[in-house]
C-alpha cells in the first residue's frame, strides 16, 4: 500500500494480490477452508481517499475508473442501512458489479473501526476509485478495506497498532490481513496467518474474463485432496534463516472446481499456451487468470495478445518492490 496525506485527504493506492500457490489442507468447523497460500502483491491499484467529517456519517462514493459508477446514489450514512438501491439496478461493468455502498466493505471495515476505537461519533467521507475487477480472486475488497482501515487509523488520529489493525482487517475478511504489509507472503489458516517471504519481482499478464467467479461458489465444488500439495514444492532452500521464494511450480487447488463452473479458465489457459508462457493458472478463487512473464516488455506483448482475441480485462503487472508496500513504515506525513 502507498499511504500518503495532504490538506485533511488521506490517499492510499491498494494493490490487488495473485495466488503463486493455494492448496486447502481441510474443511473447517466453522465452515471455512484451512488454507497454505503464496500470495504476492502486484502493480494493478484502487485508489481511496478518505477525510474526517464534522459529523458521525460515513459516505463512500465508488465508481470504476473507467467512469462506470458503482452506485448512482453513491453518498449513504452507515446507519442507513435500509437504502432502497439493488445490486441489480445498475448497469453493470466489464470489471463486475459492486454493491450499494452500506454493503461494501469499506463502510463495513470503517464501522467496525469506530466500534474498537470506542467513539462511534467518528464519521468521515470516502472517495474510492476501483480499477482491480471484481469477484475476481485478486482480493480487491479487501484490499479497498485495508485501505480504509489505514486510512481511517490516520484521519481518526487512532494511533492503532500493527495488531489492532490485524484485528480489524481479519474481522471483515479472510485475505485481509496479509495487505496490511503486502509484498510476498505464505498466508495459512483462513488466510489470516501471515508469514512475509523475501521478494522476488516477477512480471504477470492477468486477464479477468467477462465472468465473475463468487468465492463460496467456488468452495462448494472443491474436492478435499487426500494427499495435500506441500508449498516447499513452491518455495526454495532456506537463506539465512528466512524462507526465499524462487520460481517454482504454480499450484491452484481451487483451479479445478472453477473449470467446472466457467469455460472461460480453460480458454484462457489454452490461449496463453498458443503465446508461448510456460507457467500459468488461475488465481485464488477466480475468475482471473494469469501468466508468469520472462520481462516487463513481454507482459505487454502478452497482454495485447489477450486483448485482440477478447479475453476480457486484461492487464500487465509487475510484483510488490519492497520499498513501496509496508503501510506501517510508509512516508512521514501518513505516520502523523
Ligand atoms: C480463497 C481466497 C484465496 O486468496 O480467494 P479469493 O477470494 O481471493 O479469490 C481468499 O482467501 C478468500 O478471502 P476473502 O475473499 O476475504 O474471503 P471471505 O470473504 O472471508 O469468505 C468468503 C467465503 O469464502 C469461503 N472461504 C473463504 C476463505 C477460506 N479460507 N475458506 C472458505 O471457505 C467461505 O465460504 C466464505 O463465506
Ligand atoms: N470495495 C469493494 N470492491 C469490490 N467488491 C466488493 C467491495 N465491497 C464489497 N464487495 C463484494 O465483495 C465481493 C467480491 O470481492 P472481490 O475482492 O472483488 O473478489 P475476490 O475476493 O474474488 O477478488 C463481491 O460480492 C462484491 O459485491
Redo the contacts with the bound molecule.
Sequence with gaps: MYVSAHQGWVTVEAPA?L?LF?E?LG??PD?????E?L?TSVSIFDTLRLRRSSDASISLRCHWATGYLARETAATNAQAASSTTTANDLPSSPFGDLPPPEKN?VTKALVKLRELAGNEQLGCEVHLTKRIAS?????G??SDAVAAILAANIAWNLHFSSAELAEVAAA?????V?FLAGGRAI?R???ERVTPVKRACQQFVVARPPVG????R???KLKIPQNPLDIATYLGEKTSGEKTSRDGRLHNR?EQPARELTPWIGELSSALDRAGVAQHQM????SSYFGLARSARHARRIAAVLRARQMGLVYSATSATASGFSPLTTTETAQQ
Design positions: 494480490k495466488n493455494l486447502v474443511k473447517r465452515g471455512f477452508h484451512e488454507l497460500t500470495m466493505i469477484v475476481a480472486g485478486l482480493g475488497a479487501s471483515v475478511g479472510s485475505d485481509t496479509f498466508c489458516g483462513r488466510g467467479l463468487s468465492t463460496p467456488v468452495f462448494s481451487l488465481t485464488g478463487s477466480g
